[in-house]
């Protein structure tokens, strides 16, 4: 199983400034994901990370506001832009394995240990 | 409306006994289910996967069912034990390769 590290692991921030969370992935893999966790929500998918290439954002989310890098495939970064209280949230970055069980596979997913985010 | 649907915020069992945990989820199609557990300040980690051909899967003390008929995926933890306290979170795999959570159900076991 992957191993992820994320910073930081949390913060406190001003309304309008930006924040930039980073995340290592012990093993080279090809999706790269970020989720929101709001409280007492469930997670929500803001975008995949891809490498090489522009990320792809879920219906909601758009670049200017969280704008991704990817620029291998053990890292990548999510900044939340020109912050407001609603962006206080748990982000958490996560990683796609595939794992053959004879002659099925699936997808496993593993996930960070978020970066806990609060706006004043 | 895709709605996935975990039982009540907050269950509390008393130790030595099974907890029960219920995932229902409607307009979806998913190609497998898979349960997570998350502690407090820390991220979910993943604990079973059940295909949409499987009715049941176990680990230890951890047993998934999942009825695609009722739209329906139960998780059954026996001989619960206080550490097993966490919030469980359901997923789904839908078909379009996108996976949706539930809200979780924050499980208490009471010594």
């Known amino acids: 199983s992957a191993v992820i590290s994320q910073k930081p692991s949390r913060d406190i921030c001003q309304r309008g400034t930006s924040l930039t969370i980073q995340c290592q992935v012990d093993?080279?893999?090809?999706?790269m994901f970020w989720y929101r966790q709001q409280p007492g929500q469930s997670l929500t998918l803001i975008a995949t990370a891809n490498q090489g290439s522009e990320a792809t954002y879920e219906s909601g989310f758009v670049i200017d506001k969280f704008p991704i890098s990817r620029p291998n495939l053990t890292f990548s970064t999510l900044t939340v832009s020109n912050m407001s209280p609603e962006d206080s949230s748990i982000y958490l970055c996560?990683?796609?394995?595939?794992?053959?069980?004879?002659?099925?596979?699936?997808?496993?997913?593993?996930f960070g240990p978020g970066t806990r985010l609060t706006v004043t | 409306s895709q709605k996935i649907e975990q039982n009540s915020e907050a269950l509390n069992i008393q130790e030595g006994k099974t907890a029960t945990l219920t995932c229902n989820y409607t307009?979806?199609?998913?190609?497998?289910l898979q349960w997570y557990r998350q502690d407090p300040g820390r991220g979910p980690v993943f604990l079973l996967l059940?295909?949409?051909?499987?009715k049941e899967k176990r680990k230890e003390r951890l047993k998934v069912t999942f009825d695609t008929t009722l739209k329906q995926s139960l998780f059954h933890i026996t001989a619960s034990q206080p550490a097993d306290s966490a919030t469980y979170l359901c997923?789904?795999?839908?078909?379009?390769?996108?996976?949706?959570f539930g809200k979780g159900t924050r499980l208490h076991i009471l010594p």
């Open positions: 997923a789904l795999m839908n078909r379009d390769d996108k996976i949706i």
């Open positions: 093993s080279q893999v090809t999706m």
């Open positions: 307009n979806y199609s998913p190609a497998y």
């Open positions: 996560s990683v796609e394995d595939l794992v053959v069980q004879g002659t099925a596979s699936t997808y496993e997913q593993y």
């Open positions: 059940i295909r949409e051909n499987e």
